[in-house]
């Protein structure tokens, strides 16, 4: 994922400043650009600390109701490049980087795998104890254990669900009373959180006030 500024292009500056832009030196154009790309940083920057889209919305929430702070990472490592003293992309270093960036700049889907989950959270232990998450989906599905005493089923409590099922048994129960099958991979939904990217009209007057600064 990279923002691309051409100061010549999509009315980034107006006729009268483009002409000012490619009458300097090649390395100040590179210094401007260098400079712009430092401050759209900063603004990517803030819009993640912020927690706020380019439009200034809220970032979409996690799936899984945590409150901790999305893409933090995603705005350690973006960096300016200027290419033939006239365009400007602000990139990350690592293209892995990019494309997760990407991916939560566009939104889409992540395709997720039995082997990926391994990696990243480690294997399951299958048959360690029922997670009270397990628990409450459970619970929420409609789980049911027959009555001490009298005949039929009743609702478990997410003690009695933890304290009697193990992880793999968790979750075949789930499976079933979701009428799910077991599954080696699976998208994941992703929501845009677009944090990187600023108006044309932004742009030009940012570029506008580092060429009057040139001037003088």
Same mark, same amino acid.
């Given at each position: 994922m990279s923002l691309v500024i051409a100061p010549n292009k999509q009315q980034a500056l107006s006729v009268k400043d483009q002409l000012l832009m490619l009458s300097l030196p090649a390395n100040k154009r590179v210094r401007i650009l260098k400079t712009l790309g430092r401050?759209?940083?900063?603004?990517? *920057?803030?819009?993640?600390r912020e927690q706020r889209t380019v439009t @200034?919305?809220?970032?979409?929430?996690?799936?899984?109701?945590?409150?901790?702070?999305?893409?933090?990472r995603l705005g350690r490592t973006l960096e300016p490049y200027v290419k033939s003293?006239? *365009?400007?992309?602000?990139?990350?270093?690592?293209?892995?980087? @990019?494309?997760i960036a990407a991916l939560q700049q566009e939104g889409g889907s992540e395709q997720m795998s039995k082997q990926r989950m391994a990696r990243i959270h480690g294997q399951a232990d299958y048959d360690a104890p029922c997670t009270r998450a397990q628990a409450k989906a459970l619970s929420k599905e409609g789980y049911k254990v027959k009555r001490q005493k009298g005949k039929g089923y009743r609702k478990a409590s997410l003690g009695e669900i933890t304290a009697s099922l193990s992880q793999g048994q968790a979750g075949l129960i789930l499976r079933q009373l979701?009428?799910?099958?077991?599954?080696?991979?699976?998208?994941?939904?992703?929501?845009?959180?677009s944090f990187l990217g600023d108006t044309p009209e932004n742009v030009q007057a940012e570029l506008a006030t580092l060429?009057?600064?040139?001037?003088?």
């Open positions: 401050s759209q940083r900063a603004k990517a *920057r803030k819009r993640i @200034g919305q809220s970032f979409a929430p996690r799936k899984n109701g945590k409150k901790t702070k999305l893409l933090k003293a006239n *365009r400007l992309e602000l990139k990350h270093k690592s293209t892995h980087t @990019g494309r979701r009428g799910e099958t077991s599954k080696q991979s699976w998208p994941i939904p992703v929501p845009s959180r060429l009057s600064q040139t001037r003088g």
